[in-house]
């Protein structure tokens, strides 16, 4: 009889590349403030679902989408400043 543990390692094998590499680590941080933005629009529009919504709850949704806003724009800005090796001159 085979153990289920022959028959896990068959279909999942244990692999030495499932932590992320630095190279994810260092883009997710640069990520971060458009991920803690769009983190913090989907919490205002979850908070209104079940309820009408008051002034302060557009308010709040429309600094979060200016907040999500601002932070796609500083990270396109960002990228379009960092020029690949190869590029153009």
């Known amino acids: 009889m085979k153990s289920i543990a ?3 390692n068959l279909v999942t094998p ?3 590349g499932l932590e992320p590499s630095d190279a994810e680590l260092d883009a997710i941080e ?3 403030p ?3 933005a769009e983190r913090d629009l ?3 529009l979850i908070s209104q679902l ?3 919504v008051s002034e302060f709850d557009a308010r709040r949704i429309r600094r979060a989408r200016n907040r999500v806003l601002a932070a ?3 990270l ?3 990228t379009a400043d960092t020029s690949m090796p190869g590029d153009a001159a």
Do not use: F
Request: hydrophobic fraction near 45%; avoid cysteine.
């Open 14 to 16: 244990w692999s030495d």
């Open 34 to 36: 458009l991920i803690l």
């Open 50 to 52: 079940d309820r009408p």
């Open 30 to 32: 640069v990520e971060l």
């Open 76 to 78: 396109a800005n960002r």
């Open 72 to 74: 796609r724009r500083d």
């Open 6 to 8: 022959a028959l896990q």
């Open 42 to 44: 989907l919490d205002a």
